[in-house]
């Protein structure tokens, strides 16, 4: 989310240079010049993986299936160490010569989209039509087909290589695969970490703080004509609803809000026992975020007072707000040599860095101080988190190419 920025415009010459001839140095290394040739030689390879992992369901809390095509598709890699972790994640090690430095390369399992949903891929020029074709799917196509081409080249990494398939990025997941990664799995292992998110070839460094909430009415309930007055949830549920869509946000700071689902009822003829919502809250600005959240706050609490100084019988309307997800926001200062690698990384395979701001797996690892980045994939990605999500596979082999050369570069001392 955010605009799209030049990156590294403030970062002294000789730090750009320096990052750009460490990049240089391993494009020339002829087993880094061979991976990268079978990178782009195996786009379609890549392509297929996108399209066959795109069509198992994962929706958030049910990501097992893909989990599972995940672990197979590590084992026939080579990998070592194959294994899921105790909420999901699938893990995967590339030994190098030293344990570190360590770096982590990830990507998301989960979608926003309900079990149910229609997952088929349609194909039509260049481009892929499907619920989850661009995000992530593409994130977890790319990390075989890295491993694919390091493995073609015969590339030895100083550090180790980890590669991971988390579940929990999207919805309520709360990050729980990433928080489990570092504060479990891999605890005090990991020196970098890198997740492929989505498409393009963006860079993601600055992370956006989220407030997650699911605010519950409650009440007596009864029939529609029989208890006519007693308050209605449903009724709270709306005006807070209205009032949030009312919200003022300081320009410039990047501050959103969204109410993404709602729920409640019974049946038409019956006022309802309970109505909620879920509420998205989300912000560059930390005193921002906190003052969205007590706008919140008001709006819920206003509502209720009002839907049951209305009712004219019955008890009183209750309700919860819950918390249930938080991300830290932050940034990793521009001059830090995560980003400049990943800058000199994309300008080696002849494109231009640019700078997106961001809501991801990286969040976690950046508040505990880890070097870490966030990158899209290739391609170019279209309507993401809607049912008609498409993905131009147009030189998508490039974000596989950047993404190969910024492991290995990461994964130098």
């Given amino acids: 989310i955010g605009?799209?920025?030049?990156?590294?415009?403030?970062?002294?010459?000789?730090?750009?240079?320096?990052a750009d001839r460490r990049v240089a140095a391993l494009v020339q290394a002829p087993a880094v010049k061979a991976a990268l040739a079978a990178a782009r030689?195996?786009?379609?390879?890549?392509?297929?993986t996108?399209?066959?992992l795109s069509e198992i369901p994962a929706p958030p809390f049910h990501e097992g299936a893909r989990a599972e095509e995940m672990r197979r598709l590590f084992g026939e890699?080579?990998?070592?160490?194959?294994?899921?972790?105790?909420?999901?994640?699938?893990?995967?090690?590339?030994?190098?010569?030293?344990?570190?430095?360590h770096v982590v390369i990830a990507a998301h399992?989960?979608?926003?989209?309900p079990a149910?949903?229609?997952?088929?891929?349609?194909?039509?020029?260049?481009r892929l039509y499907g619920p989850g074709i661009g995000d992530d799917s593409r994130g977890l196509a790319v990390l075989t087909g890295i491993v694919r081409a390091l493995n073609a080249g015969h590339v030895r990494t100083t550090g180790t290589l980890s590669f991971v398939a988390d579940v929990g990025e999207e919805g309520l997941g709360?990050?729980?695969?990433?928080?489990?990664?570092?504060?479990?799995?891999?605890k005090g292992t990991v020196d970098r970490f890198v997740t492929i998110d989505g498409t393009g070839l963006g860079i993601a460094r600055t992370f956006v703080g989220s407030e997650r909430y699911r605010i519950t009415f409650r009440g007596p309930g009864g029939h529609s004509f029989a208890a006519f007055g007693t308050p209605n949830p449903v009724n709270a549920l709306g005006r807070a609803i209205a009032a949030v869509a009312g919200f003022a946000v300081p320009p410039g700071t990047l501050t959103t809000f969204n109410v993404g689902r709602v729920g409640g009822g019974t049946a038409v003829n019956a006022i309802p026992a309970e109505a909620w919502m879920e509420v998205d809250l989300r912000s560059l600005d930390g005193a921002a975020l906190r003052s969205l959240d007590r706008s919140l706050a008001q709006a819920v609490a206003s509502a209720l007072a009002a839907e049951n100084a209305r009712a004219g019988r019955g008890g009183a309307l209750t309700v919860s707000r819950v918390l249930a997800g938080r991300r830290p926001g932050g940034a990793v200062p521009e001059g830090a040599l995560i980003v400049q690698l990943a800058a000199a990384a994309t300008r080696a395979i002849g494109e231009f860095p640019a700078e997106v701001t961001s809501s991801?797996?990286?969040?976690?690892?950046?508040?505990?101080?880890?070097?870490s980045l966030e990158i899209g994939g290739g391609g170019r990605g279209l309507d993401a988190h809607a049912p008609t999500e498409a993905f131009d596979t147009a030189n998508a082999w490039l974000g596989t190419q950047r993404a190969l050369l910024l492991a290995v570069a990461l994964a130098e001392k």
């Fill in 77 to 101: 890699l080579g990998l070592a160490h194959v294994r899921i972790d105790k909420v999901g994640n699938v893990i995967g090690e590339r030994p190098g010569a030293a344990p570190h430095p």
């Fill in 174 to 186: 709360d990050l729980r695969g990433i928080r489990t990664l570092f504060d479990d799995t891999l």
């Fill in 50 to 52: 996108q399209v066959r």
């Fill in 109 to 113: 399992l989960d979608t926003v989209f």
């Fill in 3 to 18: 605009a799209v920025v030049l990156l590294a415009s403030s970062v002294p010459a000789e730090e750009r240079h320096e």
């Fill in 360 to 371: 991801s797996d990286a969040n976690y690892p950046a508040s505990l101080g880890i070097p």
């Fill in 41 to 48: 030689a195996g786009e379609a390879q890549t392509i297929d």
């Fill in 116 to 126: 149910g949903t229609n997952l088929t891929v349609r194909r039509d020029g260049t």
